[in-house]
């Protein structure tokens, strides 16, 4: 019996358990993190984010495995989207492959900020971890997922993990208030998806996305215009699935419970949370757009145009009244945002690879930033709860003579969002400019450089603080309070924030590596 049970696990795994193999794994090391950790002593507790970070290694080794079978495959077969299985209901191909490393990557740079600021507000269990894998997991199935229920079975993870890290710091008073706001989120994106998913399947008589697109190419053919998704039912239809994403990403009018999620969770939960449910959400919408918003994109121009315009400028004019620093980045995620869209304004080619440059280099930069907010928060300290929430700019206050690094950390971070050169910001901006040029649509261009413009003011704001010296900078070093010390990093804040600022630096010196990816990105 235990043989037969060997060759049928072996069998899934060289079939169509190979597909998910990454997200298994991370489950399999997610459990065992929840096991290890009732064996673990207080001063053991470290080996949580070693084996979380182990189970990242293993899924992207995985992941780069997939890659050479999918260049096998397509070196015999040119026209092949990628692997398929589940009964075509999972699809592992270049554009799952490029946003599941982006998974990877945050949750890594997340577990290694995590570990003293964790020992700081004397939280270490280690279920923490396990969360962040689970939430992972969730974000790679919504992006692998070309099966309407496979899409939203990651969503539900993805969201319940994310509520769930939200309350995690028990003793935080604005932990429940941060877990609201993300059920708000969720639920509202669950509603909005489950209900477009429902009327899809009701207008296709599937479930399968790639269905539906060969269904809605037969009515090209046929001669029927923009493939019949103009009647009420269909609009109905595509706007529900449309607006779970806008949810998730946090686009005007859909961003009202992300600033008080950004600004009452922990921090190293409010940036993971930020940047994958950006990513995420933008990855299922491009995948929605290859299967069924590009057969009637004209149609959809407008509605592109109009929240990428609303929420690029109600993004930067609310950051602008902002004094807690993460709602300053919580509305300046809104507006980064409202800049990604207008790649789906452009609709070519330039316009995709600036959504997909943007996103890849916004993970590191907001990660950054949050990066050296977590570091302000030290052992002993009074001044900065463990949920961050009083990040206000006055306490950025002589960042600079505590810490240099961490100040001209910070200063590359939120150049690179505000787009200055010559960090990978600056660029992302540009290709999406150059791609709407391109079109041509000079007044959005004009209108998205305007809002470049000022989005540099509140940004700078932060980094005027962090620069600003104290009236008491001749006093002692011992006799200043603790939050007014020197900084010290640790080692994994250290690594952490170097991976991130190495992105930034040589994605903007040397876009052209980041650029093949993004090409592979996309099938070419």
Known sequence: MIHSLIYAVRGFLSGDGALILPEMELVLFACGILLVDRWLAANEKHWNAILALGGIAF??????????????LRGADSESPGLLGFRQSVLVDPFFLFFAALFLAAAALIILLSVRYLEIVEETRGGYYSLLLFACVGAMLMVAGVNLLVVFLGLEILGLSGYILAKFLRREPDATVASRNFAALWVCSSVALGVGFLLLFGLFQTANLGR???ALEVRLGDGVA????????????????AAGSFFLMGAVPFHWFAPGTFENAPAPVAAFLGTIGMTAGFALLLRLFSFLFLFAHEKWLHVWGGLA?????????????QTSVKRILAYGAVAQTGFILFGLVAGNEAGFQGMFYYLGVHIFATIGAFGVLIAIQQPGATGLPGSAADYKLADLNGLFRRSPVAALLLLVFLMSLAGIPPTAGFLAKYYLVKALLAVPHPELAVFALINALLSAYYYRRIVAHAFKKQSFNTTPIEALPQERRPLTISNGQTVALTAAVFVTIVAGLYPELFLRLTRYAFGQ
């Open 59 to 72: 899924s992207a080794f995985t992941l780069y495995v997939q890659h050479g079978k999918i260049q096998a």
């Open 309 to 321: 315009i609303v929420s690029l400028l109600w993004g930067n004019i609310a950051a602008l009244r």
């Open 212 to 214: 539906m697109g060969a």
């Open 226 to 241: 923009f493939a019949g998704l103009t009647t009420w039912h269909s609009w109905l239809a595509l706007s529900l699935a």
